[in-house]
């Protein structure tokens, strides 16, 4: 009755911001992601009728709220179970942007499904996986996937391994500090108030045709150009809030002016940003090096990571 898995989180290239509903959490658009692998998520489970409540530990501190991860273990296992303890490790900032959901729930559901032997497939463990964050489907693949909108559920495909187009991930931190807005209360928000949020969610689908065809036929320019363009309408959808919602800092803006540069200079490099003031640089092995020496240097990044692109969620 124990497992532990290892996942890593996922960026969008084609983002998911608003939800057509909320009790299943099913997202209101597609979205398109890489799945990272240096950074990860580690989840351990022991389910045991000596407990007498769920216990969720994040990097050894014991947290005090464990309703997602009771109301996960609930959704797949039922209600009549044992308790279980989970204890949960990440090698990079939780909270932040970063996408430390993705990687912590996709890890929690194959772990839950192994430990207790439920034999789900993997098209229902990944919405399982989204019904507790919706980017945490994307983590179920490795490489890049796109996240399809089904009539009740949703549906993950891998457009590509990541052996197919090994690009490069580049993380410039700006704040690791938890962000102020959650995902899950800035799209309620965005759906409410922002007088774009319609017109986002009617022209998802251009941007998902136009990246798969990017992602498959590996053209990278094409890729930059849409990825940006649905990052900046995303954020547009954001600021045009009420209230607004900015997760930039200045070094965020920093970071992409100088990715501008890069790419005037010829660079094959582009940015995306998240639910924080991380600012993500996608880009190929040659450019990875200058991206990562320009972007260390701009005022206000604390660190970098570099990533490439992984495998889906491993079972220890
Ligand atoms: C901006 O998956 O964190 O990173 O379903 O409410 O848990 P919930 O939201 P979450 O939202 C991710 C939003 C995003 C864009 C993306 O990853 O597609």
Known sequence: ?????RASPNIALIKYWGKRDE???LPAVSSISITLDEIWTETKINFSPNYKRDILTINNVQQDDTRRVSDCIDSICGEHRNFACVSSKCNFPISAGLASS????????IAINQAVNKGYELQDLANEAGKASGSAARSMLGGFVELENKKNKI??????QSEDW???????ITDSRKKAVSSSEGMKLSSKTSPFYNS???NQSEDIDEARKAILSQDFLRLSEISEHNCMKMHSVMWTSRPSI???????IECMHAIRELQKKGEFVFFTI?????????????????????LKEIRGVSSVLQSGLGQEPQIK
Do not use: H
């Open 1 to 5: 009755m124990q497992a532990t898995v």
């Open 23 to 25: 009790k299943y959490n």
């Open 102 to 109: 993705s990687s912590a729930f996709s890890a929690l559901v």
């Open 155 to 160: 549906q993950i495909n891998q457009l590509l």
């Open 166 to 172: 090994p690009l490069r991930v580049v993380i410039a």
């Open 200 to 202: 986002w969610v009617k």
């Open 246 to 252: 900015v997760y930039w800092n200045s070094a965020t």
């Open 274 to 294: 998240d639910a924080g003031p991380q600012i993500k640089a996608v880009c190929l092995p040659e450019s990875e090096s200058k991206v990562v020496n320009i």
